[in-house]
């Protein structure tokens, strides 16, 4: 069996079930730390509520399966004031309402749905925020998931399961149809752009000559072929960018990370 590649992660069974169903997922009864689903190339996780248990739960998951570059996705529900129930959203900014910072997963690949923005709590809210969705689990998703990946290939995707007028105390979870059924053809027709835009395995251009010019430390290796990676999708294959004056390899990646947000491309 070839090693998964594609890693699905939720906080609640109920959020998996229809998952689970659709991609007819087996439980993997050799792990006892996390519930763990797996057919073919793909895994699901149900980590628990809330952000300490999602980033053990992709810690955990992801250093089980270790993998090039894997396509990591939360799902899940989430809250917004005024959006409509079972409206389907791809996250591209990320808050924790904790620390403050944000997180910006990567739109390269871009999902055929609406993007919103998302902001994580600690405990479940009762009031709305007017312009972002909430829930608990998203910024320690993508902190955790950035330790594995890159930031295009690691995702959440969001259905609104409560607002102002259904507030969340209401939401069923015994429903027969639970309402992350809604995820899934939007999944369906995102999975294939993400995998077939994986990372590839050969070097991307620039790489060698940067770390033969450049110090870098392993993880600086590894965030330098990320940032290349997107460069090239991003450029079509324009040779990456090179400061003025040499320094150290830090600095450099700092400058490739400027570089492509300073990059105008249509989403």
Known sequence: MHPPSTFLFCALIYEARPLIAHYRLQKQLAHNAFVIYRRDNMVLTVTGIGKPAMAAGVAYTLASYPASDPIVINLGLAGHARHDLESVFAIHRIEDADTGVSFHPGRSFLAPCRYESLI???????????????????????????????????????????????????????????????????????????????????????????????????????????????????????????????????????????KLADLNYSL
């Open 120 to 258: 994580s709590f600690a405990k479940a809210q009762t009031d709305y925020h007017p312009i972002d969705l909430i829930d608990m689990e998203a910024s320690a998703f993508y902190a955790t998931a950035m330790r594995f990946t890159c930031v295009d290939l690691a995702q959440c995707l969001k259905v609104v399961s409560d607002n102002t007028n259904h507030p969340v105390e209401q939401i069923d979870r015994h429903a027969k149809t639970p309402m992350t059924e809604a995820l899934i053809p939007v999944l369906e027709r995102w999975l294939p752009r993400l995998t077939e835009h994986q990372l590839p395995e050969t070097e991307p251009a620039g790489y060698l000559a940067l770390i033969e010019d450049y110090r870098f430390s392993h993880n600086e290796r590894l965030q330098l072929r990320q940032l290349l990676n997107r460069w090239q999708a991003l450029t079509e294959g324009e040779p990456p960018p090179r400061p003025e004056h040499r320094s150290s390899g830090k600095a450099m990646l700092a400058f490739l990370r400027q």
